[in-house]
């Protein structure tokens, strides 16, 4: 897979970056893009964030099981 930046500047840049960081322009790009995704990631609301993994745990939840009346934690806890 091949990605050219068609701006000089651009380009200018990422070789700068990557000449200040003595990395390779591959694995500069890579860094960038990835703090840059974590940045945007982390600007999304917790509720937002959260979603897929309510959805998730919904999707696994079953109803059945003994009813959890008083009845049943009185069983355990010793009360009559």
């Known amino acids: 897979m ?13 070789r700068r970056l990557a000449k200040l960081k003595g990395k390779g322009l591959t694995a500069t790009i890579r860094e960038a893009v990835a703090h840059e995704l974590k940045r945007e990631r982390a600007a ?12 998730q745990l919904k999707s696994l939840s079953q109803p059945g099981g003994l009813p959890a009346d008083k009845a049943f934690y009185d069983k355990f806890s010793g009360e009559p």
Do not use: S, T, Y
Not at 2 to 14: C, G, L, N, Y
């Open 44 to 55: 999304l609301p917790l509720i937002e964030r959260l979603k897929p993994i309510q959805q």
């Open 2 to 14: 091949a990605f050219h930046a068609r701006d000089e500047a651009i380009d200018r840049a990422v």
